[in-house]
């Protein structure tokens, strides 16, 4: 089942829905340039345990129409809230891969936790650039070169397990995702990765007042794990995990670990 939820300024966002449609609320939210198939396995082990799932494409993302200039995080808060409401849901628990979880934090920012009862997010840090204390930053990325480091794209850090070497681990990648990602980006995707990489979201990290979950790839190729417990400290009721031999694709390079901590988390909150 699918829905179509259009937002303010005309776009059309796609929802894709599983699982049993009277049980718990569970939307997944991508990562940059990720298709909502990029949680297939999720999808798979949520709706088993009875859950009601609904996969988002925001704009630029799988089957919703392509990016225009000028988006930011704030405009991506927006769609997923018009998801939320135009769909009536409530009592959620947001689960955001990478791009997808900062979007979360710049939804609660913009629209609170009323409608929520958890958050997830998944290898991400809530602030890419290094300094001032905070070393779980973007590798390489610091107030030296914050308006150059991402003018034309995502950087190689040089960091993790090589993609190559990866085995069944980068054939759950290609499954997962596709086409996503390869090529250049357009500038209207630098225009987003530039805003997403600008931000810092721990203050609203520290005034979140619902149980929260960050999960760190132990290999992440793009900054360290301990990110998710130092951002997991700054929550009222935060807590971390950090999956071995996975990578930035966390849940897609092992999706039985990390289902199986998201399912007793669910459980639990």
């Known amino acids: 089942m699918s829905s179509i939820v259009t937002v303010d300024d005309g776009y059309r966002v796609h929802v894709a829905e599983h699982g049993d449609p009277t049980g718990r609320v569970v939307v997944l939210v991508a990562g940059f ?15 088993d345990a009875g859950y009601r799932v609904l996969a988002v ?6 089957a919703t129409e392509a990016i225009g200039r000028g988006v930011t995080m704030q405009r991506r808060a927006a769609d997923l809230a018009a998801v939320l409401e135009q769909l009536e849901l409530r009592d959620v628990t947001l689960v955001g891969g990478s791009m997808g979880g900062n979007t979360i934090w710049a939804y609660v920012e913009a629209h609170g936790t009323d409608r929520l009862r958890s958050i997830v997010v998944v290898d991400q840090t809530p602030r890419m650039q290094n300094g001032d204390g905070w070393l779980h930053g973007y590798y390489g990325y610091d107030a030296s070169n914050r308006d150059t480091f991402f003018a034309e794209g995502i950087p190689p850090t040089g960091v993790g397990t090589p993609i190559w070497r990866r085995g069944m681990r980068l054939v759950r990648i290609l499954q997962a995702m596709g086409d996503a990602g390869r090529g250049g980006l357009s500038p209207a995707e630098l225009d ?78």
């Not at 298709?35 to 949520?46: C, D, E, K, M, Y």
């Not at 805003?195 to 190729?221: F, N, Q």
Request: net charge negative; charged share 20%.
């Open 57 to 62: 494409d925001l704009r630029g993302h799988g």
């Open 33 to 47: 340039k990720a298709a909502a198939t990029s949680w297939r396995f999720q999808i798979r082990s949520l709706s």
């Open 192 to 269: 987003v990765l530039g805003d997403h990489a600008k931000a810092d979201w721990r203050p609203v990290i520290a005034s979140t007042d619902i149980p929260v979950l960050l999960v760190a790839g132990a290999e992440s190729e793009l900054w360290p794990a301990t990110h998710a417990a130092a951002a997991a400290a700054l929550a009222p009721e935060g807590e971390s995990a950090v999956i071995l031999r996975a990578g930035h694709a966390t849940n897609i390079e092992q999706p039985e670990a990390f289902d199986r901590g998201l399912l007793a988390f669910l459980a639990r909150t």
